[in-house]
């Protein structure tokens, strides 16, 4: 084996190869003296010698603790379909035990680093926490905490941020909190809200993280949504946009740094409306906090999420006369001198009827004189949706508008 190492080096060949597997296979315990010369030489080109090191992992994984993080930095570097097998070996085969230094190791080296390339890690955690019973997850907690607020500072230290990376990190963090009860897991949640307050980045990440766990906990994450709910309103306030200016007046103007923050505060809070089934969440006195904060955001140049959010408030807060409080205050909105605040007061507005339903019904006398007013409004494409809302209003109704227009 120690021949076959040395010309593994020189003149490698996949016969080569196929022989040291197999004799790593036949060996056993007894290749241990050849590891570090192997592994040295494998990882020079762990393209070529990807089957290689999947032979030392599954072959003698007790004894590769102390190559694991050069693996995984070699595979770093030049990542692929093929060496995603190998990171999954890896979290499979090693114990976690020994896996989670070699991880936080990794981390350390690659977000100081030009590669800032976490797939390696990111394959081999998914894997390791999949294939780890609970109980064994719950005793290495500290160090998984410590693996994902250091991968959650991605985006706050990298100069070459991708989504799919973060996206790749929240996956994995998904999978953790379904093994984790709610007892175990509002300590972690707590500790990420408490370490996203250091940057902006950070509380992107944060956001993210939870607009994507209140999708897939569904009516489950509203158990967490206390720990959260003073902080998510806070974020959204400072979302908020200066005074409204020609800046704002167009769609395409340049969206602020926080726009991300915005996207994904808003995100989370319409998965939190949207799945209280109860009605729960949204007391008088929540209402009462959050419809003037999305009203504020009313001017911003994109509404694609508020519009989902702001217009479940008041379905989710479920009752007639918190209605008619939503029903007013968007409705004086649409006397703005800005037609982008009225196009975006009718957009809201449209899909609000949708969700109300047959419930909007209680609704319509008072919304008859703005509608009129919003029928004949000098910009087009506010008077186009307009009649939109109307049609929308007719089959709810089931009767003509005509006569009350």
């Not at 799945?275 to 955001?297: E, G, K, N, Q």
């Amino acid at each position: 084996l120690g021949s076959a190492t040395t010309h593994l080096g020189s003149n490698p060949s996949d016969e080569l190869r196929e022989c040291i597997c197999a004799s790593l296979h036949v060996l056993g315990v007894r290749s241990v003296p050849h590891l570090a010369d192997l592994v040295k030489v494998s990882i020079g080109s762990v393209q070529d010698n990807c089957a290689v090191l999947s032979a030392v992992i599954s072959t003698v994984p007790q004894f590769t603790s102390a190559y694991i993080t050069d693996i995984l930095l070699s595979i770093s570097k030049d990542f692929s379909d093929n060496l995603s097998k190998l990171c999954a070996e890896i979290g499979s085969e090693i114990k976690l035990r020994v896996l989670l230094p070699a991880v936080i190791n990794t981390i350390d080296f690659l977000l100081i680093s030009p590669i800032h390339d976490l797939r390696a890690v990111t394959h081999t955690l998914r894997k390791c926490i999949e294939e780890n019973a609970t109980h064994d997850i719950k005793n290495q907690a500290a160090s998984i905490s410590t693996i994902f607020v250091k991968l959650l500072s991605y985006r706050d230290t990298t100069t070459s941020f991708t989504q799919e990376t973060e996206d790749e990190i929240i996956s994995c963090f998904v999978g953790l909190v379904y093994k984790l009860t709610e007892k175990e897991f509002l300590p972690l949640l707590v500790q990420l809200l408490e370490w996203s307050a250091g940057s902006l980045e950070k509380s992107i990440s944060f956001y993210n993280l939870a607009s994507q766990l209140s999708d897939k906990l569904q009516g489950l994450f509203l158990l967490f949504s206390g720990s959260i709910y003073v902080n998510l309103v806070e974020k959204l306030q400072q979302c908020k946009p200066p005074e409204p200016a020609e800046e704002f007046a167009s769609k395409k103007a340049k969206l602020s740094p926080g726009s991300d923050l915005s996207m994904y505060s808003l995100k989370t809070l319409y998965n939190m409306l949207r799945y209280d089934t109860t009605h729960t969440f949204i007391t008088a006195d929540r209402f009462d906090t959050l419809l003037p904060v999305l009203l504020d955001l009313i001017t911003l140049p994109d509404i694609t999420h508020l519009t989902p959010a702001l217009a479940q408030l008041p379905v989710a807060a479920n009752s007639d006369r918190l209605w008619k409080q939503f029903n007013f205050q968007i409705l004086n909105l649409s006397k703005s001198p800005l037609p982008m605040v009225r196009q975006n007061v009718v957009s809201v507005y449209k899909d609000f009827i949708a969700k109300l339903g047959q419930d909007y019904s209680v609704l319509l006398p008072d919304s008859l004189p703005f509608i009129a007013e919003l029928l004949e409004d000098s910009d087009p494409v506010v008077e186009e949706k307009t009649h939109e809302i109307v049609k929308s209003i007719e089959d709810i109704t089931g009767e003509s508008m005509d006569q009350y227009l």
